[in-house]
């Protein structure tokens, strides 16, 4: 089945700095999706990008399928963007499937 | 607020209760889903649901019952579970079907003692 890998694991940022995350897939998929889940276990659908650029306000995600990666962008990070970054990609054909979640990021932003 | 409220959002049994999680949508949403969370591990799809047909069953322990009466609702029936069981249970809804959008509740935190 796909395989999904996301890196950093583990990022720690000062308030107000930019970062980039990856998320690579092993096959061609036809759209990719970024959660984010605070230290609560809220788990929030940032992005649903089959390609291309989407931006919701700090955030951007950019997909580029034919090379099987993924990027999640943060701009001036706050405090509440701390948590686990994960995104998930599609397996299956048919009704019959399911996201494979990535292992996630786990990011901590420090005042 | 997403739109998926899942009760409880903690609970602890012992191997032989019995108990229910419940999850609730207000989305107009066609597709749920059950997934679980160990520490340390990617999310585990474990049931989904089409138009109240069960599509998936990613190969869960029969001691886990899923039951969707009607769109809108979705349950998982507990019964004789394990320690290894305790984990964050999610529930999730997308508009159709899987390749969609998926949108998550808080999640239910399960403790087997």
């Known amino acids: 089945g796909i395989q999904v890998e996301q890196s950093p694991p583990d990022l720690i940022l000062q308030e107000g700095a930019n970062s980039t995350l990856r998320c690579n897939f092993s096959?061609?998929?036809?759209?990719l999706q970024w959660f984010h889940q605070n230290p609560w276990g809220q788990l929030i659908n940032l992005f649903y990008i089959p390609s291309g650029t989407k931006q919701n306000g700090r955030l951007s995600a950019t997909t580029v399928a034919t090379e099987r990666y993924s990027l999640l962008y943060i701009s001036s990070s706050q405090t509440t963007d701390s948590g686990v970054y994960f995104c998930?990609?599609?397996?299956?054909?048919?009704?019959?499937?399911?996201?494979?979640f990535g292992q996630g990021t786990t990011l901590q932003v420090k005042p | 607020e997403t739109g998926v409220t899942q009760t409880p959002r903690h609970l602890v049994m012992g191997m032989t209760n019995k108990k229910s999680l419940k999850c609730e949508q207000h989305?107009?949403?066609?597709?749920m889903y059950w997934y679980k969370q160990s520490a340390k591990k990617p999310l585990e799809l474990m049931f989904v649901?089409?138009?109240?047909?069960?599509?998936e069953n990613n190969s869960v322990p029969s001691r886990f019952s899923p039951e969707c009466p009607n769109s809108s609702h979705l349950f998982l029936h507990l019964h004789t579970l394990q320690p290894e069981d305790s984990a964050l249970y999610l529930c999730a809804s997308s508009q159709d079907n899987w390749r969609e959008a998926q949108h998550f509740g808080d999640g239910t935190r399960l403790s087997i003692l």
């Open positions: 998930a990609a599609p397996h299956g054909s048919g009704n019959t499937g399911k996201l494979i």
């Open positions: 649901y089409n138009f109240k047909e069960q599509t």
């Open positions: 096959d061609s998929v036809n759209n």
């Open positions: 989305l107009g949403h066609n597709a």
